[in-house]
């Protein structure tokens, strides 16, 4: 199986800093696309970065300028380094991963990590 674990989330005040860190483990061939969401009480979940193998990233334009997505392919982990951040950026961030389990297998699987919350105070 494969496994996303998360960390880096916690309580930062207004205008902090943090980053976030993926690990994808278990039976894995290939990673393409890597990102990260968010979803804050109440509201839809949404895509705040996501970077390809090759290192082509977008962003949501609430966190241009101030959002940094990286991934590290040797070590199967995508990082979001999140600074000048303000209450509204206050969600649960969850890493996603479309990943390829075998070179048996050409199908692309869509993983989830379990979530790691990110709360700052104004």
């Known amino acids: 199986q494969v496994q996303l674990v998360e960390s880096g989330g916690g309580l930062v005040q207004a205008g902090g800093s943090l980053r976030l860190s993926c690990a994808a483990s278990?039976?894995?061939?290939?990673?393409?696309?890597m990102g990260w969401y968010r979803q804050a009480p109440g509201k839809q979940r949404e895509l705040v970065a996501s970077?390809?193998?090759?290192?082509?990233?977008t962003y949501l334009d609430s966190v241009k300028g101030r959002v940094t997505i990286s991934r590290d392919n040797a070590k199967n982990t995508v990082y979001l380094q999140m600074n000048s951040l303000k209450a509204e950026d206050t969600a649960v961030y969850y890493c996603?991963?479309?990943?390829?389990?075998?070179?048996?297998?050409?199908?692309?699987?869509?993983?989830w990590g379990q979530g790691t919350q990110v709360t700052v105070s104004s």
């Open positions: 996603n991963a479309a990943i390829r389990r075998s070179y048996l297998d050409p199908r692309w699987y869509d993983y």
């Open positions: 278990g039976r894995i061939f290939s990673i393409n696309a």
């Open positions: 970077i390809t193998r090759g290192g082509t990233t």
